[in-house]
C-alpha cells in the first residue's frame, strides 16, 4: 500500500463521523454519541544496499539488508450524548465505572504517600 492510501484510510478513521456517532430520533427526540476519538502511526522502508539492476544471485548474498516497518493505532472513548428535545440542548455524560474507579484509586495512593512523607518528617 503506498502512502497516500494510506494517509487517506488513516483520515477516514478519525474522522468527525468517528466522534459524532449517528443520530437517532426516536418520538421527536434526536440523540447524538459523542466520543473521544484518538490516533496515531508511523511508516517506514526497506533497502538492501544494492543497485536496482543487481542480479538476484548477488542479492542473495547480500545477508543483512536494513529496513523499517509501520503500523496505526487508535482508539474510542464514549463521553456521552448530545439530546435533542423540544427545541432544547441537554448534555447526558457517559459514566465510565472504571475510570472512576482507577482515578479513585490514585487518589488514594497520593493520599498514602503524602500520609507517609509527613509522617518520616515529622519522626525525623
Known amino acids: 500500500m503506498d ?9 477516514d478513521a478519525l ?8 443520530p437517532i430520533e426516536r418520538e421527536g427526540t434526536l440523540i447524538i454519541p459523542v466520543a473521544w476519538v484518538a490516533g496515531g502511526g ?9 543497485p536496482e539492476h543487481t542480479g538476484a544471485d548477488q542479492r542473495r548474498q547480500h545477508p543483512y539488508p536494513t529496513g523499517g516497518g509501520g503500523g496505526f493505532g487508535g482508539f ?9 428535545d423540544n427545541g432544547h ?7 465510565d465505572a472504571t475510570r472512576v474507579v482507577l482515578a479513585a ?3 488514594a495512593k497520593v493520599m498514602a504517600k503524602l500520609v507517609a512523607d509527613r509522617r518520616a518528617r515529622a519522626h525525623s
Open 15 to 22: 474522522s468527525v463521523g468517528r466522534a459524532f456517532g449517528t
Open 89 to 95: 440542548v441537554r448534555w447526558i455524560p457517559a459514566v
Open 42 to 50: 508511523g511508516g517506514g522502508g526497506a533497502d538492501d544496499g544494492m
Open 105 to 107: 484509586l490514585a487518589l
Open 3 to 11: 502512502v497516500d492510501k494510506l494517509l487517506a484510510k488513516t483520515t
Open 76 to 84: 474510542t472513548w464514549p463521553l456521552g450524548v448530545y439530546v435533542v
